[in-house]
């Protein structure tokens, strides 16, 4: 089955800037829509951002107009440009498929918003 493997997070100061990756060890463009999802402390893992096979794009409300997700499916890989990062953004963050898949959920990337 298809792995998917989180890179990219760190620390960042609240408005700066990080770009998240996640390599998966099979095809992204047979297994279609992707997303991005996270978990904060205390919180449900939530979806974040999704793409489609095609390319159409969808956010969660709290990161519009901040973060994009793209994908290139020769590299079987999806990214996550985050910018105006905010404290509330702090969370591992992860990729699946979208809807998601259970089997597909990896270590995820930490990514830490702090002055």
Do not use: H
């Not at 709290?62 to 990214?79: L, M, Q």
């Not at 969370?91 to 699946?96: F, G, H, K, S």
């Amino acid at each position: 089955q298809v792995q998917f493997v989180e890179s990219g997070g760190g620390l960042v100061q609240p408005g700066g800037s990080l770009r998240l990756s996640c390599a998966a060890s099979g095809s992204i463009f047979s297994i279609g829509g992707m997303g991005w999802y996270r978990q904060a402390p205390g919180k449900q893992r939530e979806l974040v951002a999704s793409i489609s096979r095609s390319g159409r794009t969808d956010y969660v409300d709290s990161v519009k107009g901040r973060f994009t997700i793209s994908r290139d499916n020769a590299k079987n890989t999806i990214y996550l440009q985050m910018n105006s990062l905010k404290p509330e953004d702090a969370a591992v963050y992860y990729c699946n498929a979208f809807p998601s898949f259970s089997v597909y959920w990896g270590q995820g990337t930490q990514v830490t918003v702090s002055s």
